[in-house]
Protein backbone atom coordinates (compact mmCIF):
# COMPACT_ATOMS: atom_id res chain seq x y z
CA UNK A 1 0.00 0.00 0.00
CA UNK A 2 2.68 2.21 0.98
CA UNK A 3 4.21 1.81 -2.58
CA UNK A 4 1.09 2.36 -4.27
CA UNK A 5 0.43 6.07 -2.70
CA UNK A 6 4.06 7.05 -4.14
CA UNK A 7 3.41 5.81 -7.40
CA UNK A 8 0.51 8.31 -7.11
CA UNK A 9 2.04 11.41 -5.58
CA UNK A 10 4.93 11.03 -8.39
CA UNK A 11 2.09 11.36 -10.89
CA UNK A 12 3.17 14.07 -13.86
CA UNK A 13 0.82 16.83 -16.08
CA UNK A 14 -1.64 15.32 -18.02
CA UNK A 15 -1.26 16.55 -21.61
CA UNK A 16 -4.47 18.68 -21.52
CA UNK A 17 -3.09 20.29 -18.02
CA UNK A 18 0.05 21.68 -20.35
CA UNK A 19 -1.92 22.30 -23.59
CA UNK A 20 -4.36 24.57 -20.93
CA UNK A 21 -1.16 25.95 -19.49
CA UNK A 22 0.10 27.03 -22.93
CA UNK A 23 -3.28 28.24 -23.96
CA UNK A 24 -2.91 30.74 -20.78
CA UNK A 25 0.27 31.52 -21.43
CA UNK A 26 -0.07 32.29 -25.75
CA UNK A 27 -2.98 34.37 -24.35
CA UNK A 28 -0.83 36.41 -22.11
CA UNK A 29 1.42 36.82 -24.67
CA UNK A 30 -0.93 38.19 -27.13
CA UNK A 31 -2.21 40.58 -24.65
CA UNK A 32 0.62 41.89 -23.17
CA UNK A 33 3.74 42.04 -26.02
CA UNK A 34 2.15 44.59 -28.70
CA UNK A 35 1.66 46.95 -25.45
CA UNK A 36 4.95 47.17 -24.84
CA UNK A 37 6.28 47.13 -28.84
CA UNK A 38 3.87 50.23 -28.99
CA UNK A 39 6.08 51.91 -25.69
CA UNK A 40 9.35 50.74 -28.05
CA UNK A 41 8.00 52.52 -31.12
CA UNK A 42 7.34 55.24 -28.92
CA UNK A 43 10.49 55.86 -26.83
CA UNK A 44 12.43 55.47 -29.63
CA UNK A 45 10.33 58.03 -32.11
CA UNK A 46 10.46 60.67 -28.67
CA UNK A 47 14.72 59.44 -28.94
CA UNK A 48 14.83 61.02 -32.58
CA UNK A 49 12.89 64.00 -31.60
CA UNK A 50 15.37 64.42 -28.81
CA UNK A 51 18.40 63.95 -31.11
CA UNK A 52 17.14 66.21 -33.56
CA UNK A 53 16.34 68.68 -31.09
CA UNK A 54 20.52 68.48 -30.04
CA UNK A 55 21.38 68.14 -33.76
CA UNK A 56 19.69 71.88 -33.97
CA UNK A 57 21.43 73.24 -31.21
CA UNK A 58 24.68 71.97 -32.77
CA UNK A 59 23.87 74.11 -36.30
CA UNK A 60 22.56 77.13 -34.38
CA UNK A 61 25.87 77.26 -32.77
CA UNK A 62 27.97 76.41 -35.59
CA UNK A 63 26.17 79.01 -37.23
CA UNK A 64 26.62 81.92 -34.37
CA UNK A 65 30.41 81.02 -35.03
CA UNK A 66 31.24 80.64 -38.64
CA UNK A 67 28.18 82.46 -39.88
CA UNK A 68 26.75 80.05 -42.28
CA UNK A 69 25.23 76.63 -41.83
CA UNK A 70 27.17 73.48 -43.07
CA UNK A 71 26.66 73.64 -46.75
CA UNK A 72 27.78 70.75 -49.04
CA UNK A 73 28.97 67.09 -48.90
CA UNK A 74 30.04 67.62 -45.47
CA UNK A 75 26.85 68.20 -44.10
CA UNK A 76 26.26 66.94 -40.16
CA UNK A 77 30.31 66.11 -40.27
CA UNK A 78 31.48 69.80 -40.08
CA UNK A 79 29.55 69.65 -36.64
CA UNK A 80 32.41 67.16 -35.60
CA UNK A 81 35.44 67.24 -37.86
CA UNK A 82 36.66 71.23 -38.91
CA UNK A 83 35.59 71.94 -42.34
CA UNK A 84 38.11 73.33 -44.68
CA UNK A 85 37.77 76.89 -45.31
CA UNK A 86 35.80 77.40 -42.11
CA UNK A 87 35.99 80.84 -40.36
CA UNK A 88 35.73 80.78 -36.42
CA UNK A 89 34.98 76.89 -36.17
CA UNK A 90 34.67 76.57 -32.38
CA UNK A 91 33.54 72.77 -32.50
CA UNK A 92 33.42 69.89 -32.28
CA UNK A 93 29.62 70.54 -31.78
CA UNK A 94 28.75 67.23 -30.99
CA UNK A 95 31.16 66.09 -28.41
CA UNK A 96 30.45 62.45 -29.39
CA UNK A 97 29.76 62.47 -32.76
CA UNK A 98 26.61 62.60 -35.33
CA UNK A 99 24.39 59.90 -33.92
CA UNK A 100 22.41 57.23 -36.15
CA UNK A 101 18.80 57.42 -35.45
CA UNK A 102 17.32 55.05 -33.44
CA UNK A 103 16.12 52.81 -36.12
CA UNK A 104 20.01 52.72 -37.32
CA UNK A 105 19.97 54.89 -40.32
CA UNK A 106 21.99 58.77 -40.78
CA UNK A 107 19.66 61.77 -40.21
CA UNK A 108 18.85 63.77 -43.67
CA UNK A 109 20.54 67.40 -43.52
CA UNK A 110 19.78 69.47 -46.64
CA UNK A 111 20.56 73.07 -46.42
CA UNK A 112 19.26 75.19 -47.84
CA UNK A 113 16.04 73.62 -46.88
CA UNK A 114 13.04 73.01 -48.81
CA UNK A 115 10.53 72.81 -45.80
CA UNK A 116 12.40 75.42 -44.08
CA UNK A 117 13.46 78.00 -47.02
CA UNK A 118 14.99 80.45 -44.25
CA UNK A 119 17.50 77.47 -42.73
CA UNK A 120 17.77 73.76 -42.98
CA UNK A 121 15.69 70.45 -43.36
CA UNK A 122 16.76 68.00 -40.70
CA UNK A 123 14.63 64.48 -40.36
CA UNK A 124 15.14 61.12 -39.14
CA UNK A 125 13.32 58.34 -42.50
CA UNK A 126 11.86 56.47 -39.59
CA UNK A 127 11.34 53.05 -39.27
CA UNK A 128 10.92 52.11 -42.86
CA UNK A 129 14.25 53.96 -43.45
CA UNK A 130 13.22 55.61 -46.80
CA UNK A 131 12.07 59.55 -46.82
CA UNK A 132 8.33 59.84 -47.25
CA UNK A 133 5.29 58.36 -45.59
CA UNK A 134 4.00 58.69 -41.62
CA UNK A 135 6.73 57.47 -39.85
CA UNK A 136 9.47 60.44 -40.90
CA UNK A 137 10.85 62.50 -38.23
CA UNK A 138 11.43 65.95 -38.92
CA UNK A 139 11.98 69.61 -37.82
CA UNK A 140 9.46 71.44 -39.63
CA UNK A 141 5.65 70.94 -39.76
CA UNK A 142 4.55 68.06 -41.79
CA UNK A 143 1.01 69.85 -41.76
CA UNK A 144 1.64 72.88 -43.85
Known sequence: ?????????????????????????????????????????????????????????????YEVDTGAYPQGGGGLAALVDEPSGARNWKGPYLKKGVPLDPWGNEYVYVYPGKNNARGYDLMSVGPDGRPGGDDDVTNWDEKR
Not at 31 to 58: M, N
Open 1 to 61: MHTSLLLKSRRGFTLVEMLLVLVILAVLAAIVIPKFSGRSQQAKLTAAQSQIASIELALDA
